[in-house]
């Protein structure tokens, strides 16, 4: 068993959803406070605010702070800030932003021009961060979105001519692309990857990363709590029956039509009770058939962990 790398955000960390208001789609701050709360009573200490999860892309920049205000306020944990845009001068605003309310900035390439090649995305970090004195950055790996690919070369190069940039999440989906970046970062100085696959949860932590990052997972936060918390306790088969649970979850989510964050806030809903399922578009909410098979879903699953503990 491999020992994990250094984190500088205890794991696992929670992408949060952003709670909209059904009567005006805008981002419902009483409802953050009790998800929050929600959250903190089952373990999480990290979280990462204003992420895909949280529909960064239909959020103005001024909700953006609210939210990550609002969240300073009510959590006592880590507070992740996710700070990406295409306009170079529009990330360091977000950063100069962000520098007293954020623990760390989670940071995705320029998105839109497809695959750009390494130079241009180096030339677009270094834009970002040079100067740049703030909390550490990780990288956000996640060319499904973003068309845009932070190869092991880029990562290790960004590593090598900014402290500031301690590791990478890496939402590919590609464990080896993973591997090679934390390989080719620890070459350099101690880094910290983290991996956005719930499926991936525990072989992640066996390899030697620090641990995972969970959108979908919101509405279970104790399977993933649970295994990390297992895991670094040395207890491998209690922590295989945490992922196996977050896999049930997993593979009950894949056959629905719906948006995975529709999805998560119907979940969200049948968990903490009042939570809004509204979405901005051109995301659709949930349908009621759909919020019903979620909640007799996770009625299942609550007392599977109630049997568990």
Known sequence: MSTPAPAPFPPPVFALLTPMSGENGRPDHGALRDYLAFLEERGVQSVMVCGTTGEFASLQEKERIRLLATTRECFAGTVIYHASDPCMETVREYLDACRELADGVMMLPPYYYAYPCDEGLLAYFRAVLTGYRGPPVILYHFPRHSQAIVSPSLFAQLVEEFPEVAGMKDSGGDLAHAQECMKRGNAIRPVSIYIGSD?????????????????AGNPVPEALVELTERFRAGEEADARAAQDRLDDWSAFRKNLPASEIAIAKAGL????????????????EASPRIKSLVRDFLSGFADSEEGAA
């Open 199 to 215: 499926r991936m949860a525990l072989q992640s932590l066996q390899i030697g990363m620090s641990g995972s990052v969970t959108g």
């Open 269 to 284: 809903a049948a968990r903490l009770p009042g939570f809004p399922t509204a979405v901005r578009p051109p995301l659709v």
